[in-house]
């Protein structure tokens, strides 16, 4: 069964106001297409490095013919106009309770069921990294790929946080930037076909999503990420709010910390 028409209108109204508008301020540099063809659903990992990246890997993903759908913040779908636009689309609401987990893992199923792209950001919030490269992954892509066997693609983007540093509270509109975004192929999990799906394991193939998605970024940065992944725990950080000590959480959402799917 094909992604209902009101779902697909919907997105589509969102894209066309969206759209036009990142064409306007940042240049595109897309590269690995490819990795998007045939109709099976996929897992979406990019990096996030700044607010507005979802509005560029959503462009991105949605002009592969594939509908985006989000993890995004339960609290988001109860703000007027944007809580309705977001469940007509059918954007994934996350919960901490186990329900809540369970109703999320059950809309994911159908997205991918459906040949739709459930996009996750394993960092969970934007990079702590000082030179915003990938930082410590949580296990929530993982756990949905191992028990949906769907592909996960990951995604590496840069250019757009020169639009929208990270946390800045206006653009930087001149001179145009240019939005670098890449896909690889999809991340080889299958050695962990039929094993148990452990805490070790789980750490592990989080480990390979978040090795792919780096080693993209090197190729489209031209530089070498550092050999030691940044872990805001080590450094004293709170895994959220703006200041990385204290303040409101960031929209994007990662599945729930007990990752009880």
């Not at 998007?36 to 990992?45: D, E, K, N, P």
């Not at 059918?90 to 997205?111: H, T």
């Not at 995604?155 to 896909?183: C, E, I, M, Q």
């Amino acid at each position: 069964m094909g992604a209902g028409t009101k779902e697909r209108v919907v997105i589509g109204i969102l894209a066309g106001v969206v759209r036009p508008v990142l064409n306007l301020v940042l240049r595109r540099n897309w590269a690995g297409t490819e990795n998007f063809r045939g109709s099976q659903g996929i897992i979406v990992c990019p990096n996030h490095n700044t607010e507005i990246d979802p509005l560029v890997v959503g462009h991105y993903v949605y002009n592969q013919g594939v509908l985006p759908h989000f993890l995004a913040k339960a609290s988001l779908f109860k703000i007027p106009v944007v809580g309705p636009l977001l469940t007509a689309a059918r954007q994934i609401p996350v919960e901490r309770s186990s329900s809540g987990a369970n109703r999320s893992l059950e809309v994911s199923r159908e997205v991918l069921d459906e040949g739709g792209a459930v996009i996750i950001y394993p960092e969970g919030t934007l990079t702590r990294d000082p030179n915003l490269w990938p930082m410590r992954g949580h296990t929530g892509a993982a756990r949905l790929a191992l028990q949906t066997g769907a592909p996960v693609i990951p995604v590496a983007h840069w250019g757009a946080n020169d639009l929208l540093p990270r946390y800045a509270k206006k653009p930087s509109l001149f001179p145009r930037k240019t939005a670098h975004v890449v896909a690889g192929a999809p991340v080889d999990l299958s050695d962990f076909d039929g094993m148990p799906i452990t805490k070790t394991v789980l750490e592990a193939a989080t480990n390979r999503i978040m090795d792919s998605i780096t080693a993209l970024l090197a190729e489209v940065r031209g530089e070498e990420p550092p050999a030691v992944r940044w872990d805001p725990s080590a450094h004293g950080q709170k895994s959220t709010g703006r200041d990385f000590a204290s303040g409101p959480a960031v929209h994007t959402e990662e599945l729930p910390p007990e990752e009880k799917l």
